[in-house]
């Protein structure tokens, strides 16, 4: 005990005695003795007659509250039945009767399992006499299931022959006088005649009955034996706390890692995902350190995983952070997140260097439109992929619901303030209830933001309670829409309040695609759930006529909306098709926001990996956008500083700004892209690729470009790529066959990350905060896009003004520009220059913490186009099987 509490100052082993009754005599001796160690001791006293369900759910709090570490069950033998012995946690079985506990000490594992305290102070005693009795026998009389096979394992182990009989055996008394030592136990008051016994046996009388004020703690006394069997108990407690103590430290990985075998031709996303069998996530968690309670199935194959864990390992160093961005893509996609899993494939499954994967959830937009899902692809993704694209566990639809909620209660507010006096709004408000009317606590915060402080209702003067009661929203300047998370061009404008019961209410509002909500943008920059509660309190929804902004406090509704997210704010554990671990969480939009997975998952993943772990991590759009808005949002929220960017270039998109022609999603490729042309893709090169690289530059970290290599790539463009690469400033630049080979085609890169991560890294933001927001959103358009200078619209100017005057000048910036292109022109190509910004509007997310000016015209609700993916997609509903998602 001196041990752990030198070790764990903080710690207070606590043992909980769960009896039938309220006689305290047990709980006396067990104190006594705790008290000598300072031991913790509590009572659960349950009804005398108590039934077998009122003792499992007791069981089931002790079971999962981490102040107990140990569970003695002071009951009747008829109530300690299998299913509540089944119950009790092995963890906290420091009396030993559980079937997993007796099953470790037969097999002789004393290290997970408990010594019975009973039998501890019964091997005590006999060892006392060990000289004596070693090779020798001991009769054991009246002992009966476990206790009896425990002690005579235990007995037998330590060199002496066992023998046992009943009270009621005629050959009683020749066993006791052939015996060297005898162990009286359940016995009540019988006991054995001295006459009978040898003059030199040891007879040990295990009565636990004592006068609670019995100071006589001897072990020549009859009562000395309690005491005895009371201190071995506290030692298992001891021990478990101990135990519990090591298991909450940083364990080693043991991922046992998935066989893949490539096939050629590469067969379709959803085959190659359908073939692999994946690890049960449980299995998964545990070989990564993660323990049973820090995780929640979401079926076989996902898990939420609990934010404790970065309580428990928060002493632990963090390991290695990487950034996978692009240069400018194509509109079919470079291959970002393939990329991002292939690495860490390469990593864990074949440098055996721990690492995890952190990847946006997949919108149901894309996947049914004309992207397809986001599970990566051939050889490299995250397993099942069905189940990845679609629902997962549910966070984007707990997303909808919270911002449609927000939205509805902006709507009712209105009607309700322009149809009720000041008087009726503050009654129905502030309701009086069972003859009390009281605020609520956000009615209260609502009060201190005013200046009102007071907290009787009968106290507001009628101006104080007008000034309450009435948000006084400007129609005209409500920013909040509704979301669905399909793509709908239907409902990009439309009008609501038409029935007769909205009472004339009509306006004009719209609907945006769900991961565009700026809740969406909270879950992935909070870093607990206190800071998503008070980022959704900030959200501003609208302006009210006097132009003051209404938040989701002043509606009343950011404790519902914490309570809708209080699931979504766990990151989802999945697994590559290697095995290797990946978290799945948040996937915000990339144009109005930053387009970055959670700073949660980073975090837990950070500390799982260890010191010399790695974590991959995504960044939406090519460099200029995602991985710059990854650095100045997400960095300055996280406080997290990555070591390494991966830059993620394919021949396609090189040939394109090198002077190819357009491509666009569903046409056939232009011959210049499917044919060797090094004039095109060296001036891809020198253009743009040079240019992301350059971005990368600006914040002090170190570049490795990685080739996603095609088919159609030639060997001479492969090389031509790797060299130009390095010549501008790359620390590496390698090929990468994950798509075909999975980890194993990536090894390359995976050795190059390795290096560039141990040079040192001088990251540094791109502006000060504090600067004021044109010369922020200046600094950008000037560093990073390469413009001369930028142009507000009079828009534009107005509600930078009205930013600063509300205290919102401080906020990063978040760029929504056309991603297709540096300038913000998606036709001009390469790396452009001599060109003005225009800034033709500027938005905030002030929960989320940025301010987003508009470049050109943003579209948050995509369209279906002639021929969507749905057409392909079906299920066999005979074996349930989905086909032709990619």
């Not at 009343?556 to 766990?570: E, F, Q, Y």
Request: aromatic letters at 6%.
């Amino acid at each position: 005990m001196e041990t752990l509490l030198r070790r764990n100052p903080e710690i207070q082993p606590l043992l909980a005695i769960l009896q039938s009754g309220e006689d305290d005599s047990i709980l006396e001796i067990n104190k006594k003795i705790a008290g000598k160690i300072g031991l913790n001791v509590t009572q659960i006293c349950l009804a005398k007659e108590c039934h077998e369900d009122d003792i499992v759910a007791e069981l089931l709090k002790l079971n999962s509250d981490p102040k107990v570490h140990g569970i003695y069950l002071h009951l009747p033998p008829a109530s300690l039945t299998s299913r509540v012995l089944n119950t009790l946690s092995p963890e906290k079985d420091v009396d030993g009767l559980t079937d997993v506990n007796l099953g470790c000490l037969v097999r002789g594992d004393l290290s997970k399992s408990f010594v019975p305290p009973v039998v501890g102070a019964v091997l005590d005693l006999l060892g006392k006499h060990d000289a004596l009795l070693k090779d020798k026998s001991v009769l054991l009389v009246g002992v009966e299931g476990s206790l009896r096979l425990t002690l005579q394992c235990l007995i037998e182990r330590s060199g002496m022959a066992v023998d046992t009989s009943r009270w009621n055996s005629k050959s009683l008394q020749k066993q006791v006088m052939q015996s060297d030592a005898v162990v009286l136990l359940g016995a009540g008051n019988m006991d054995v005649p001295p006459t009978w016994a040898r003059p030199d046996a040891v007879i040990i009388r295990c009565e636990s009955i004592l006068e609670p004020d019995d100071d006589d703690v001897g072990l020549s006394s009859r009562s000395g034996f309690g005491y005895l069997t009371a201190a071995y108990r506290s030692q298992n407690v001891v021990h478990s706390c101990s135990r519990w103590l090591q298991k909450q430290q940083y364990r080693p990985w043991r991922l046992r890692n998935l066989k893949l075998q490539p096939l050629t031709p590469v067969p379709s996303d959803i085959q190659i995902s359908r073939a692999q069998t994946p690890k049960p996530v449980d299995q998964l968690a545990e070989e990564i350190g993660l323990l049973p309670e820090e995780l929640e199935a979401y079926g076989r194959n996902k898990a939420k995983v609990q934010l404790s864990v970065l309580g428990r390992l928060h002493s632990q160093p963090d390991g290695k952070y990487v950034l996978v961005a692009g240069i400018t893509p194509t509109p079919l996609g470079e291959g970002k997140s393939t990329v991002t899993i292939g690495l860490v494939q390469a990593m864990s499954a074949h440098l055996k260097l721990n690492s995890f994967a952190c990847l946006r959830q997949p919108s149901q937009g894309p996947t049914f439109g004309v992207k397809g899902g986001a599970a990566g692809g051939g050889y490299a993704q995250v397993i099942p992929m069905e189940e990845f694209n679609l629902h997962l566990t549910g966070d984007i639809h707990a997303i909808t619901a919270a911002n449609n909620l927000v939205a509805a209660a902006i709507d009712a507010r209105m009607l309700h303030e322009a149809t009720q006096s000041d008087k009726a709004l503050f009654s129905r408000l502030v309701p009086t209830v069972n003859g009390v009317r009281k605020f609520s606590p956000i009615q209260i915060s609502r009060l201190n933001r005013l200046g009102i402080n007071k907290s009787d209702p009968a106290s507001l003067t009628p101006q104080e309670v007008s000034t309450f009661v009435r948000l006084d929203l400007d129609p005209c300047k409500i920013t909040w829409q509704r979301v669905v998370d399909t793509n709908d061009r239907f409902l990009r404008k439309i009008t609501v309040g038409q029935a007769s019961t909205e009472k004339g209410q009509i306006r004009e509002t719209g609907f945006d695609i769900a991961v565009a909500s700026e809740i969406m943008a909270i879950l992935a920059l909070s870093d607990s759930l206190q800071d998503m509660k008070s980022r959704l309190a900030r959200m501003v929804v609208g302006t009210s006529r006097s132009g003051e902004p209404v938040t989701a406090e002043d509606l009343g509704v950011s404790g519902a909306l914490v309570v809708l997210m209080k699931d979504a704010i766990k990151p989802t554990l999945m697994q590559t098709l290697e095995g290797t671990p990946v978290f799945v969480h948040a996937g915000p939009f990339a144009n109005i926001a930053h387009g970055n997975s959670s700073v949660l998952a980073d975090k837990l993943a950070l500390k799982l990996v260890g010191r010399d772990g790695f974590v991959v991590t995504e960044a939406g759009f090519g460099a200029d956008i995602g991985m710059e808005k990854f650095f100045n949002i997400k960095c300055r929220a996280s406080g997290l500083r990555p070591d390494v960017v991966v830059l993620v270039a394919t021949v396609r998109a090189l040939k394109m700004h090198g002077g190819g022609p357009n491509v666009s999603a569903g046409a056939p490729l232009p011959k210049e892209y499917i044919d060797e042309n090094l004039s095109l893709v060296a001036g891809g090169c020198r253009s743009n690729l040079k240019k992301q690289i350059q971005i990368a530059h600006l914040f002090g970290v170190p570049v490795v470009v990685a080739l996603n290599v095609f088919k159609t790539d030639t060997q001479a463009e492969i090389d031509l790529v790797c060299q130009i690469a390095k010549e501008c400033g790359a620390s590496d630049a390698v090929p990468c066959h994950h798509w075909s080979q999975g980890g194993r085609g990536c090894l390359e890169l995976a050795q190059a990350v390795e290096e560039a991560a141990n040079r040192p890294s001088n990251f540094q933001f791109l502006y000060n905060i504090e600067m004021p927001v044109v010369e922020k959103i200046r600094t950008i358009a000037q560093r990073v896009y390469g413009a001369d200078d930028i142009e507000l619209s009079p828009e534009a100017e107005s509600k930078i003004d009205y930013y600063n005057q509300q205290g919102y000048g401080s906020l990063p910036i978040c760029m929504a520009k056309t991603h297709l292109s540096l300038s913000h022109v998606p036709d001009k190509k390469g790396a452009p220059t001599g060109f003005v910004l225009p800034i033709r509007d500027v938005r905030a997310s002030i929960g989320a913490g940025f301010i987003y000016p508009l470049v050109g015209t943003m579209s948050t609700m995509p369209g279906l186009p002639t021929r969507p993916c749905f057409y392909d997609i079906d299920l066999d509903p005979d074996t349930e099987e989905i086909t032709g998602l990619f």
